[in-house]
């Protein structure tokens, strides 16, 4: 994370089963560069004792209003200020009620209650605490006035019911705390990015494809929707889970993708093909498995039509921005693309480079325009590299 961002969080724990799971809640923002103060209710104390999340976050636990150690050490005023982002999770239906009444009556509801930070808040109950109409008042009463709240999921509840009250999943959290926190920046975009490979059938079991993961793809995507975007992502077949905010298209050939993203160019903004999109088809598809016979067999491919060319053709006023993998002279190819197909940006990453290019979740680009400038970066995260891609794409936006 870049020091600009690295920011408290201080984390409200209520007395929920899922007091577990914050503790891995803690681990992930203090790996990613978070200052975490945690703060636990009395009931939150009868799931999980301080020492695991004193040990987590690597600062005392705050419990108490009215101890004179804690209140001179810590203090709940001072904590209200440090905060950039007040987070309670697991919220019971309780506390949901108290900041809902506006009761302040121990360390954690007198924090929110003195806090001028965003608030996110993570419910987790018993299905039918969930339903229940007074709490369902109280989260619309609350969302009015500005408070943030990540949807439980659905499952299996410690209780013995099946519903809708589960904590979400420790990562989900903390996507949702990097999205609150990031700066809305392309809040007027609306983002078509393509991602992952194609898949050119063959026979009813075979087919032709490629390396791509859609790992850069999908970090556009989710790094996109941080800073305020629309996105839209028409994806190849891959094993990521879709970013939550994203309208997802799923496609399998290199058909499929340009008749969608052909589809959606007229409602976007800017587009960022990332896809690795297959420039050959089997000839021939046979409906039936190719029976195996002695000797080679040959295949004849067929040349798909290339969409960000076509795109090119109809910009009218969009940013375009392509991507080059390249295995050899790569300034030189990957500038040939930005001219011939009218790009604005295009992204060339050398394939051939440990840690860049397929799969991984790094890459090593050099970013070039169409005034002729050249940036190498180096290796870099692929949401690190997806961040330096709108940077630019904001720049381009004002030199307009
Ligand atoms: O998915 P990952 O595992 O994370 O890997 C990331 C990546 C290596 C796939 C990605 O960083 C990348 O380089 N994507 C583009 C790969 C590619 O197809 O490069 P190209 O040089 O063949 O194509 C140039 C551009 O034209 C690309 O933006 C491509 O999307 C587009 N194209 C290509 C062929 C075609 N028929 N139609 C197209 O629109």
Redesign the pocket.
């Known amino acids: 994370m870049e020091d600009a961002e690295k920011r408290t969080i201080v984390l409200g724990v209520s007395g929920g089963i899922a007091c577990y799971k914050a503790a891995e809640l803690v681990r992930l923002l203090v790996q990613e560069g978070f200052s975490v103060q945690v703060v636990m209710t009395r009931e939150a104390m009868e799931f999980v004792t301080p020492l695991t999340f004193q040990t987590l976050s690597g600062r005392p636990v705050a419990t108490e209003t009215f101890s004179l150690t804690q209140e001179s050490e810590i203090g709940h005023i001072r904590l209200a200020g440090q905060a950039h982002l007040l987070v309670i999770a697991p919220a019971t239906a309780n506390i949901i009620g108290k900041i809902t009444a506006g009761i302040a009556d121990d360390l954690l509801t007198t924090i929110l209650m003195a806090t001028k930070a965003g608030v996110l808040i993570a419910p987790s109950m018993n299905v039918h605490m969930f339903e229940n109409p007074i709490l369902q008042e109280n989260i619309g009463k609350l969302k009015a006035l500005g408070y943030h709240f990540i949807e439980p999921t659905e499952g299996y509840l410690a209780c013995g019911y099946e519903g809708k009250g589960r904590l979400p999943e420790p990562e989900d959290i903390l996507e949702e705390i990097r999205r609150l926190l990031k700066k809305k920046d392309l809040i007027d975009e609306r983002l078509l990015i ?4 194609n898949q050119e059938p063959l026979d009813p079991v075979r087919y032709v494809s ?8 999908y ?1 556009l995507a989710r790094v996109g929707l941080r800073r305020g975007a629309k996105v839209t992502l028409v994806s190849g077949p ?1 094993s990521l889970v879709p970013p939550s905010g994203a309208r997802l298209i799923s496609v399998r050939t ?1 058909a499929e993708m ?1 008749e969608a993203v052909l589809q959606e160019f007229a409602n976007a903004t800017a587009v960022v ?7 050959y088809r089997p000839e021939q598809y046979v409906s039936k498995k190719l029976k195996r016979a002695e000797g080679p067999i040959v295949l004849k491919l067929q040349p ?6 076509e ?1 090119g053709e109809r910009k009218n006023g969009r940013i375009l921005i ?5 295995t050899e002279a790569l300034v030189k ?2 500038t040939k ?1 930005l001219r011939e ?1 009218h790009l604005d940006l ?2 060339a ?1 050398d ?1 051939t480079q440990e840690g860049s ?4 979740d790094t ?1 090593a ?1 050099t970013l070039m325009d169409r005034k002729g400038a050249v940036h190498s970066l180096p290796l870099m995260s ?1 949401e690190e590299l997806a961040d330096r891609i709108y940077d630019y794409l904001i720049e381009i936006r004002n030199s307009r």
């Open positions: 393509t991602a992952g490979p490629n390396r791509s993961s859609g790992k850069m793809g970090a891959t290199a340009r093909m990332a896809a690795a999109v297959a420039d798909n039509p290339d969409i960000l060319r795109l392509g991507f080059a993998a390249e190819n990957a693309k197909k295009i992204v990453n394939v290019g397929f799969e991984g890459n680009a692929k």
